[in-house]
């Protein structure tokens, strides 16, 4: 079985700091891991994914993650913040290799104040 | 750029009423997923899909929910017979084929309101 923990549910940030949102997995075959955004009224649109290979990954709009298998965590991190991302972030992991479902965290909610 | 779209973007229905959501995947994906969102919870996996049969489903997915590929080309989410419950987002993914094909590929929703 596969779970994903997203401690808190909101975080706020000011426009230009840095943006830390965490994600620690739980998964008894090696992981594929994946950050999700979801903006308002709109469906789930990927930022980043681990699969293989170097663990430190970067993705869409300055989005990195990295991950840490020694602690069981894929946190996902952007060096300044702009206004525009705001919204709705997931972290979700699934089985290496398949083509099998994800199972999502319950997501946070990321605030940027001007 | 491909995308999944789904159909239609909003539903009202009267409780006990039939729905059917549908869903064109990315045309050379081979495997297709339904998941739900409850308004303010976490994205639940309902089903999965690959070569016209059921391959995982979860403990949501049950009796009332059936999936289907009629065509080649959509694939369907049916509920036979809606409850106040089943008010939710319902997005459909689908991914290619083989160890390399790891995104799935999201559709913007369709949001149920039961009534």
């Known amino acids: 079985a596969q779970s994903v923990t997203q401690l808190g549910s909101h975080v706020s940030v000011s426009e230009g700091a840095l943006v830390l949102l965490r994600c620690n997995y739980s998964s008894s075959v090696p992981p594929y891991l994946f950050w999700y955004v979801q903006y308002p009224n709109q469906g789930l649109q990927l930022l980043l994914k681990?699969?293989?290979?170097?663990?430190l990954v970067k993705g869409i709009n300055g989005f990195e993650a990295e991950f840490k298998k020694s602690e069981t965590s894929f946190h996902l991190t952007k060096p300044s913040a702009h206004m525009s991302d705001a919204a709705e972030y997931f972290c979700a992991v699934t089985r290496a290799g398949a083509n099998s479902k994800l199972t999502f965290g319950k997501g946070i909610t990321l605030s940027v104040r001007p | 750029e491909p995308e999944v779209t789904q159909t239609p973007s909003h539903q009202v229905t009267q409780m006990g009423q039939e729905v059917i959501l549908r869903c064109v995947p990315i045309s050379n994906h081979l495997y297709f997923y339904w998941y739900r969102q409850i308004l303010g919870q976490k994205v639940e996996f309902l089903v999965s899909f690959y070569n016209n049969e059921i391959s995982e489903k979860s403990e949501i997915f049950d009796d009332q929910f059936s999936v289907e590929r009629p065509d080649g080309s959509n694939f369907t989410l049916k509920i036979r017979s809606t409850k106040l419950e089943d008010s939710a987002m319902y997005f459909c993914a689908s991914t290619g084929q083989g160890a390399m094909n790891t995104e799935a590929f999201f559709g913007q929703g369709t949001r149920l309101t039961v009534v």
């Open positions: 681990y699969t293989t290979g170097a663990t």
